[in-house]
């Protein structure tokens, strides 16, 4: 149950992002704040777990840490490649579509596209709780993608294509990242390692993009302020929460579990930044919420005899 509740509360983290956006300074783009935000975040992530995974390595009942291979290493690059594609292609999908209907899309499509992709390279079916709560979650995601922001009608909006293009595109990414992972766990590497390398290659990757981006904004305090909330929050120790999580579940369910985010985006979106939903889009939020529900319910058990735990 605690690699459920680390997930969710990454997930209420990763929730944030969109809001903090929206309240930023003007003058920013996809590009630029998913720069900033992972140069930060990518920084800060590699810090703070690898220097839980050293402390990891000392204790008595650590396992020894597998060689570095050119597939290990390989899996740890494109999850650091993944990371940094997934903030522009996310932030896109919310300010062209609002922080509720495009983190809902992004996270939303993400259990599915996780769960199949875990399907073709393991040929493991997901369990029926993980089959019953991704078939709400998906009616959950077309409601609210139909329905949208309310119009002046009050009836729904639709969505614009190329922001549920971005949208979708995050979901791709964050399923790579979930599938990656799992596979590198369950070759023997600690979450603190996995997590850490995605962090200082994303970093690394978006720190080469700082010539072609203007980060003017990043002088105003709330820019500032934004750039260091989605680095540090929603990036470091975010993803510290969500990789010690996902070693006691299966990829599916973790990424299920993080439709935490787009419900709490969603509530953020309504009541901080004054978004209206269609009455459509508000039903696929309960829906939503609902196979949410039951995945935790159904996510007790750890996926793995003997998971790794944080030492106090």
Not at 126 to 140: Q, S
Not at 173 to 180: D, L, M
């Given at each position: 149950?605690?690699?459920?509740?680390?997930?969710?509360?990454a997930?209420?983290l990763f929730?944030?992002?969109?809001?903090?956006?929206?309240?930023?300074?003007?003058?920013?783009?996809?590009?630029?704040?998913?720069?900033?935000?992972?140069?930060?975040?990518?920084?800060?992530?590699?810090?703070?777990a690898?220097?839980?995974?050293?402390?990891?390595?000392?204790?008595?009942?650590?396992?020894?840490?597998?060689?570095?291979?050119?597939?290990?290493?390989?899996?740890?690059?494109l999850?650091?490649?993944?990371?940094?594609?997934?903030?522009?292609?996310?932030?896109?999908?919310?300010?062209?579509?609002?922080?509720?209907?495009?983190?809902?899309?992004?996270?939303?499509?993400?259990?599915?596209?996780a769960?199949?992709?875990e399907?073709?390279?393991?040929?493991?079916?997901?369990?029926?709780?993980?089959?019953?709560?991704?078939?709400?979650?998906?009616?959950?995601?077309?409601?609210?993608?139909?329905g949208?922001?309310?119009?002046?009608?009050?009836?729904g909006a639709?969505?614009?294509?190329?922001?549920?293009?971005?949208?979708?595109?995050?979901?791709?990414?964050?399923?790579?990242?979930a599938?990656?992972?799992?596979r590198?766990?369950?070759?023997g590497?600690?979450?603190?390692?996995?997590?850490?390398a995605?962090?200082?290659?994303?970093?690394?990757?978006?720190?080469?993009?700082?010539?072609?981006?203007?980060?003017?904004?990043?002088?105003?305090?709330?820019?500032?302020?934004?750039?260091?909330?989605?680095?540090?929050?929603?990036i470091?120790?975010?993803?510290?929460?969500?990789?010690?999580?996902?070693?006691?579940?299966?990829?599916a369910t973790?990424?299920?579990?993080?439709?935490?985010?787009?419900?709490?985006?969603?509530?953020?979106?309504?009541?901080?930044?004054?978004e209206?939903?269609?009455?459509?889009?508000?039903?696929?939020?309960?829906?939503l919420?609902?196979?949410?529900?039951?995945?935790?319910?159904?996510?007790?058990?750890?996926?793995?005899?003997?998971?790794?735990?944080v030492?106090?």
């Amino acid at each position: 149950m605690l690699h459920v509740l680390a997930v969710l509360a990454a997930a209420v983290l990763f929730g944030t992002t969109g809001t903090s956006q929206a309240l930023g300074p003007a003058g920013t783009t996809p590009l630029s704040i998913g720069v900033a935000r992972m140069v930060i975040g990518g920084t800060g992530l590699a810090l703070i777990a690898f220097t839980l995974a050293a402390r990891h390595a000392r204790s008595p009942s650590a396992s020894p840490r597998p060689r570095l291979g050119i597939r290990p290493l390989a899996l740890m690059v494109l999850t650091g490649l993944c990371l940094a594609l997934y903030q522009p292609l996310f932030f896109l999908g919310t300010e062209r579509n609002g922080v509720a209907v495009g983190t809902v899309v992004a996270l939303g499509s993400a259990p599915i596209l996780a769960g199949l992709l875990e399907w073709a390279i393991t040929r493991r079916l997901p369990t029926p709780t993980w089959m019953a709560a991704t078939a709400l979650a998906t009616v959950g995601v077309l409601l609210l993608g139909f329905g949208g922001e309310a119009g002046a009608d009050g009836t729904g909006a639709g969505t614009d294509p190329l922001g549920l293009l971005g949208s979708v595109g995050a979901a791709a990414t964050f399923a790579v990242i979930a599938n990656a992972q799992r596979r590198l766990l369950d070759d023997g590497w600690d979450p603190f390692t996995v997590v850490g390398a995605m962090g200082a290659t994303s970093a690394i990757i978006s720190a080469a993009v700082i010539p072609f981006v203007d980060l003017a904004w990043l002088a105003e305090p709330r820019g500032l302020v934004m750039a260091l909330w989605l680095g540090i929050a929603t990036i470091s120790i975010a993803y510290v929460l969500f990789t010690w999580g996902l070693s006691g579940l299966t990829a599916a369910t973790a990424a299920t579990l993080t439709l935490g985010e787009p419900l709490t985006a969603s509530i953020l979106g309504i009541t901080v930044l004054g978004e209206q939903l269609s009455a459509l889009a508000i039903g696929g939020l309960a829906v939503l919420a609902t196979g949410l529900a039951l995945l935790a319910w159904g996510s007790r058990a750890p996926r793995d005899p003997k998971p790794f735990a944080v030492e106090g």
